[in-house]
């Protein structure tokens, strides 16, 4: 029985492995510990699909080290501890033993416990893969004594390529004559959400559905859509539509038009975006577009992330609805991103300015001597909590980036200033 188009393009090294640049790519720490077989315990933490297992695989085909393959699923303690009793033998005769533990979190607490003495002494490098938070799923004492690697998702522009590389290589359909159009191969990569093995077994399930004229296969949009969501198709047409979309759903939150901007939500959502994402944005927006007119804007969108990440789609997006249509009816104000762009814009040009030293630290004999901290006012010791210290560099003391806008809280903010600026004359003994 042939193996699953997935299987069969299993990257055979490096060369051959699509994404994870940022551990991959020439110079890269990951790359160089494979590259010179100087595998410590690690621990591989990443979405479905994205190449941890295969990871693992080439560096067992590199390494001059016993490797064992083991499942969380189908192995007990008996099973660990006779790997164990043999690694620890090897170990006796100048012999290492690399361990590689697929979905390392579905290990309870005492089967973890069991690898810990082990890696300890160094009977065995422990390389685990696991799609949940390994802070929360993987014992602590195991986890100090493991890097952990973060593989993101596969980009579109990477799904594509390795979907071109299965349609000429002769383990794919290379000895195939099949025809499908650039336009196709992207709705596939895009549809994958970046899961390589769920683009190539889309792209299998397509080739197979295809018409077959003349000894050559058609992939047709018709038998595409068998395969995928037609809205997928529609949702990232080259590319433009994802930015498109999101930036629908950004500028309709921002015109306080709930019905627009949950019905963006909605094409986003049930397009296969990644929910996550969708949360990430209107997190920013709370503080972009809302900011101190409704700091509670911020809390729900944080926790609109946080109900996405525990329980993820279809679930969460009620969640999302619920952030969205706040955003949309809260009061409106950009003045917080407003006194940051202007802060920036200072800070980028006075990079050399001191910091004053009224309000420096002055740990050691020698920087008091110098005069760090000297004339520092406690605020705590004063009647109003504030006193007359100037805190800007002198040539920026000044300066105002923060002015509140009229919506919400924020005139709130404004009568506070004043009292503030008031106070601060009071201190200096001006009328």
Not at 23 to 29: A, D, N, T
Not at 134 to 157: D, I, Q, Y
Not at 305 to 330: D, K, N, R, W
Request: aromatic share 8%; charged share 30%.
């Amino acid at each position: 029985m042939e193996l699953p188009l997935a299987a069969r393009m299993r990257p055979r090294d490096l060369d051959e492995y699509a994404g994870q640049k940022h551990l991959l790519g020439e110079g890269k720490i990951l790359r160089k510990l494979i590259e010179s077989d100087k595998i410590g315990s690690m621990i591989f933490w990443g979405p479905p699909g994205v190449g941890k297992t295969t990871l693992a695989r080439i560096i067992a085909g590199r390494t001059k080290a016993e490797f064992i393959d083991f499942s969380a699923v189908t192995s007990g303690i008996k099973e660990i501890k006779q790997v164990m009793e043999n690694a620890e033998k090897r170990r006796l005769f100048g012999e290492k033993t690399i361990l590689f533990v697929d979905e390392i979190h579905r290990f309870n607490k005492a089967q973890q416990d069991a690898f810990l003495p082990y890696v300890e002494k160094g009977s065995i490098i422990l390389i685990g893969a696991t799609t949940e938070n390994p802070s929360f799923e993987v014992n602590g004492a195991l986890l100090s004594r493991c890097k952990v690697f973060v593989l993101h998702e596969l980009l579109t522009e990477e799904i594509e390529e390795l979907l071109r590389r299965a349609l000429s290589d002769e383990r794919g359909f290379g000895k195939e004559n099949v025809v499908i159009s650039d336009d196709e191969i992207r709705a596939i990569a895009v549809f994958s959400n970046g899961d390589a093995r769920g683009a190539l077994s889309t792209l299998e399930m397509a080739v197979l559905n295809g018409e077959e004229r003349d000894s050559t296969v058609y992939v047709t949009k018709e038998s595409l859509e068998q395969c995928i969501s037609r809205k997928s198709l529609l949702y990232d047409k080259g590319g433009e539509e994802h930015y498109n979309i999101i930036s629908a759903l950004h500028k309709s939150m921002r015109n306080s038009d709930p019905d627009a901007a949950v019905y963006w939500l909605a094409r986003m959502l049930e397009a296969g975006e990644d929910p996550l994402y969708i949360a990430r944005r209107v997190t920013r927006f709370a503080s972009e577009d809302i900011g101190l007119a409704d700091p509670k804007a911020l809390q729900i969108a944080v926790a609109a992330y946080q109900a996405c990440h525990f329980i993820g789609m279809p679930e969460c997006s009620v969640h999302l609805t619920e952030a969205v249509i706040y955003m949309s009816l809260a009061p409106k104000s950009n003045a917080v991103d407003v006194a940051y762009m202007r802060a920036k814009s200072d800070a980028l040009n006075t990079t050399a300015e001191p910091v004053p030293n009224v309000i420096r630290n002055a740990p050691t004999r020698l920087m008091k001597e110098l005069g760090y901290g000297k004339g520092y006012k406690f605020a705590h010791d004063y009647e109003d909590k504030v006193t007359d210290m100037v805190c800007l560099p002198d040539s920026l003391k000044d300066r105002v980036y923060y002015t509140p806008g009229k919506e919400g809280l924020e005139p709130r903010f404004q009568l506070r200033i004043e009292e503030i600026k008031e106070l601060k004359r009071k201190a200096k003994g001006e009328k």
